[in-house]
């Protein structure tokens, strides 16, 4: 496979401040150091670099490189797998600076090669075709950057009853943010089940936090020192989707020029997570299902029988339920699946871990940034608990940044917010309807207005409103609703 990229940035982006790199992973810049002398390679991380807002700095040999990291701190060490003294590398490094992670790449990679770069301590490995937004923001995970908070958040949570871990635990990257009722009642049965080896399914709107959930499962399973290898389903058509997942042999289709292993072997003894699996063709559900079922699957173009040990997390912001109704997802595969089935709420059912929220995002911010710690006003923070939220936490996330960065005080206030959050935003809390209207009239009013927000979709409507589909269609019937879009 070929990147198919191009880029005229220079190879050597502006260098941050010197840090001591000694400094705890927490502190460490956002500085990428690269070994590799594939020209093609390096032409598509500048771009996926750039696009990910991580600079980075380009070594050619193992001395080249060890020279830097003796100098300079890095938030990951990236390597192309593309010379002889690629492995050497990783082991010294990993020797040398054993909490900072080290990623292998490759354009093309064979299982002994992805075998040999996990052995020697690389934390991940990249090959093929990636977007380069989405390679941006795998690394920018690997790194510890995507966490809802940190361990110093954490502290700030504990007076308040939110759950945390010890400050040590491994889990600190992968630490969420709960104080309501129903989210912890989630995080209990993730850290019940998370030493088995049960399919999970993990549903809720985009932005509550799926893939969180699954990777703090992975950390907490048996498994937490095997690869976690995530896949985005609806990223990808359906042919590569198979190719990525499979793998193929050479020659097994117009540019197979070399044989490519499959996620799934790359994941084998570890968890791979299929992320937006409701997107996923029927064709492709069937042959998924006998992966789940046999364990084993063949490459595209291949005759030799493939067998994985492999744990698999699926994570979905559609109604499977409801596909199934429509014939859009396979029953056999739902129930193989739907073996534990977690449902994140959304932000706007969850409100009161509103100010822990932007508590964690605005010291993580400014440690990140290295500006000073802003405070959002009490008149902020209830603006924002009276607010929708749509894009749950991940808005919530962009909100507050955006604040911080652009606000001109020491704290953030209510007129710093009304840029961005209109008052079509904001949750009312008043009664809009007439004292006049009968019960009915109200109930007729209030469901034909969240059946036309949801677009139709019943099931959707039926978990707002806290009721059963079943009485959802006879208040329908009985109060003569009509379904316009």
């Known amino acids: 496979m070929h990147w198919n990229e191009t880029s005229t940035t220079d190879e050597k982006s502006t260098k941050p401040a010197e840090v001591s790199p000694q400094k705890e992973h927490a502190t460490r810049s956002r500085e990428v150091l690269v070994m590799g002398r594939d020209p093609e390679l390096k032409i598509f991380l500048n771009k996926a670099l750039f696009a990910g807002n991580l600079s980075y700095t380009s070594a050619s040999t193992t001395k080249e490189a060890l020279a830097c990291l003796r100098k300079n701190a890095y938030g990951v060490f990236l390597v192309g797998v593309d010379?002889?003294?690629?492995?050497?590398?990783?082991?010294?490094?990993?020797?040398?600076?054993?909490?900072?992670?080290v990623v292998g790449m490759a354009r093309a990679a064979t299982p002994e090669l992805v075998r040999d770069v996990l052995q020697t301590g690389a934390t991940d490995f990249f090959f093929g075709s990636l977007d380069v937004r989405t390679f941006g923001s795998r690394l920018s995970g690997i790194m510890?950057?995507?966490?809802?908070?940190?361990?110093?958040?954490?502290?700030?949570?504990?007076?308040?009853?939110?759950?945390?871990?010890?400050?040590?635990?491994?889990?600190?990257d992968y630490a969420i943010i709960c104080c309501n009722k129903?989210?912890?009642?989630?995080?209990?049965?993730?850290?019940?089940?998370?030493?088995?080896?049960?399919?999970?399914?993990?549903?809720?709107?985009?932005?509550?936090?799926?893939?969180?959930?699954?990777?703090?499962i992975h950390i907490l399973s048996k498994r937490s020192d095997k690869p976690f290898v995530e896949v985005n389903c609806g990223a990808l058509p359906e042919n590569l989707l198979e190719s990525q997942l499979f793998g193929h042999e050479k020659g097994s289709f117009t540019g197979a020029v070399h044989r490519q292993v499959g996620l799934f072997e790359i994941a084998d003894q570890g968890t791979i997570f299929l992320d937006e699996i409701g997107e996923m063709s029927l064709d492709m559900q069937v042959k998924l299902l006998r992966v789940?079922?046999?364990k084993e699957f063949r490459r595209i173009g291949g005759s030799q029988v493939v067998r994985v040990d492999v744990r698999v997390i699926a994570a979905t912001n559609k109604d499977l339920k409801e596909e199934l109704e429509k014939k859009r997802f396979r029953p056999d595969l739902f129930y193989r699946l739907n073996v534990i089935t977690l449902q994140i709420p959304p932000l706007r059912e969850r409100l009161e871990e509103v100010p822990h929220l932007v508590e964690s995002f605005a010291e993580r911010f400014a440690t990140e940034k290295g500006i000073p710690k802003k405070t959002f006003s009490p008149a902020a923070i209830e603006k924002l608990q009276k607010c929708r939220w749509t894009g749950n936490v991940r808005e919530l996330e962009n909100v507050v940044e955006r604040s911080i960065l652009l606000s001109k005080g020491e704290s953030v206030d209510v007129a710093d917010l009304d840029e961005y959050?209109?008052?079509?935003?904001?949750?009312?809390?008043?009664?809009?309807?007439?004292?006049?209207?009968?019960?009915?009239?109200?109930?007729?009013?209030?469901?034909?207005?969240?059946?036309?927000?949801?677009?139709?979709?019943?099931?959707?409507?039926?978990?707002?409103?806290?009721?059963?589909?079943?009485?959802?269609?006879?208040?329908?019937?009985?109060?003569?609703?009509?379904?316009?879009p």
């Not at 010379?83 to 992670?101: G, K, N």
């Not at 129903?182 to 932005?207: F, H, W």
């Not at 008052?423 to 059946?451: C, G, M, Y």
């Open 421 to 484: 959050l209109g008052e079509s935003a904001e949750l009312s809390h008043e009664s809009s309807f007439a004292p006049t209207l009968s019960l009915d009239e109200v109930k007729r009013i209030h469901i034909a207005n969240v059946l036309r927000q949801n677009a139709g979709n019943k099931m959707k409507t039926a978990r707002i409103l806290r009721i059963n589909v079943k009485t959802l269609y006879n208040l329908i019937h009985r109060l003569d609703i009509k379904e316009t």
């Open 144 to 172: 510890g950057q995507e966490g809802a908070a940190g361990a110093s958040a954490c502290k700030a949570q504990k007076a308040s009853g939110a759950i945390r871990e010890r400050e040590s635990s491994p889990l600190d």
């Open 182 to 216: 129903k989210m912890k009642r989630i995080l209990e049965i993730a850290e019940t089940i998370a030493p088995t080896d049960s399919t999970v399914l993990v549903q809720g709107e985009s932005g509550t936090g799926k893939e969180l959930i699954a990777k703090r």
């Open 83 to 101: 010379s002889p003294d690629s492995l050497e590398f990783v082991t010294l490094t990993r020797r040398e600076f054993p909490d900072v992670p």
């Open 292 to 294: 789940l079922q046999f």
